[in-house]
C-alpha cells in the first residue's frame, strides 16, 4: 500500500466507456474515457455560470478544476477531464457531458480533422458529449464539430444541434 501511495497510483475509474473514433482523419481508432469521480453540482454550477456568460469564461474555469478522469488515444499522451456530468433517463440511456481543457488534437492534430462536409469549430478545450442506451452501443460528438452552449433546462454545457452534428464516437460502451 505504501508503493501505490510513493508511485502516485488511483483509484480505479467509477466508469469506464470506450469507442471508435468517426468522421475523422483518425476514424476507426480506438478511444477510452476513465472516469475517476463525477463532477459535483457544486463544479457543475461553476461550468454552466462560466458558459452562460460566454466560451472566453470557461478556460480560466477548467484551469483550475482538478482532473475527473481522462480521455485516452492513440496520441502521445491523454486528455485530463475536467469536468464529467452524468444525466441519467428514465428509460435507462444516459447523456454524459465531459470537458477537457485542451482542444482534441493538441498533441496530433491530423488525427482529429474533419472529413466530410461538417465545419471546424475551434475552442481552447473540449465538450464531448456521450449519448449511451441501456443495451445499445451509444454514440459521441464533440466540440471539435458543433457549436458549445448552455443547457438550461439541465443546468449544464452542451453542443448546440446535437442531433445534427456528426458523430465523432461511433460504438460507445460503457
Do not use: C
Not at 475517476?36 to 477548467?62: K, Q, Y
Not at 485516452?72 to 485530463?80: C, L
Not at 447523456?95 to 481552447?124: C, H, M, N, S
Amino acid at each position: 500500500m505504501m508503493a501505490a501511495a510513493l508511485f502516485g497510483q488511483v483509484a480505479p475509474p467509477i466508469a469506464r466507456y470506450t469507442a471508435t473514433t468517426a468522421n475523422t482523419s483518425s476514424a476507426g481508432e480506438s478511444v477510452r474515457i476513465d472516469i475517476l469521480r463525477w463532477s459535483t453540482d457544486m463544479e457543475r454550477d461553476a461550468i454552466f455560470n462560466a458558459i452562460s456568460t460566454g466560451d472566453t469564461a470557461l478556460p480560466p474555469v477548467l484551469q483550475r478544476a482538478a482532473s475527473v478522469g481522462y480521455v485516452w488515444t492513440s496520441e502521445n499522451a491523454g486528455y485530463a477531464l475536467k469536468y464529467a456530468y452524468h444525466i441519467a433517463s428514465a428509460d435507462g440511456s444516459e447523456r454524459i457531458i465531459l470537458i477537457t481543457d485542451r482542444t482534441l488534437g493538441t498533441f496530433e492534430p491530423q488525427r482529429w480533422k474533419l472529413t466530410g462536409t461538417a465545419t471546424a469549430v475551434t475552442y481552447p478545450f473540449s465538450v464531448i458529449e456521450l449519448r449511451v442506451g441501456k443495451a445499445t452501443p451509444g454514440e459521441g460528438k464533440a466540440s471539435i464539430a458543433a457549436k458549445v452552449v448552455a443547457d438550461k433546462e439541465a443546468k449544464t454545457i452542451a453542443l448546440e444541434n446535437y442531433a445534427a452534428a456528426p458523430v465523432i464516437l461511433q460504438g460507445v460502451k460503457k
